[in-house]
């Protein structure tokens, strides 16, 4: 029983940043991994990010390391995606998801937002 919003979208250019938030309800929330996906047009929904219950592991996609942070906050039902250096590659719905455990595959997660679009332009 775990739902999430997303919010932080909007038009950046190339270079730019921008920080993604996504807002839990539910009293199970830091019992949870929570991860970012993002689905562009046409594509899958892709992995991102993934950060565990208590913060201290996060893993990343190729695509993204050195750029992205995923950052929780338990405190506030929180969870965070800081972008840095954004390219237009990046250009996608952001999805925020919650599992029970840290993975990259989108059958492994029970609860997700309703997606916050991401433009990078140049």
């Known amino acids: 029983q775990v739902q999430l919003v997303e919010s932080g979208g909007g038009l950046v250019q190339a270079g730019g940043s921008l920080r993604l938030s996504c807002a839990a309800s539910g009293r199970t929330f830091s019992r949870s991994a929570m991860a970012w996906f993002r689905e562009a047009p046409g594509k899958e929904r892709d992995f991102v990010a993934v950060?565990?219950?208590?913060?201290?592991?996060?893993y990343y996609a190729d695509s993204v390391k050195g750029r992205f942070t995923i950052s929780r906050d338990n405190a506030k039902n929180t969870v965070s995606l800081q972008m840095n250096s954004l390219k237009l590659e990046d250009t996608a719905i952001y999805y925020c998801?919650?599992?029970?455990?840290?993975?990259?595959?989108?059958?492994?997660?029970?609860?997700w937002g309703q997606g916050t679009q991401v433009t990078v332009s140049s």
């Open positions: 998801a919650a599992a029970s455990g840290t993975s990259v595959k989108r059958s492994d997660y029970d609860y």
């Open positions: 950060i565990n219950r208590s913060g201290g592991y996060t």
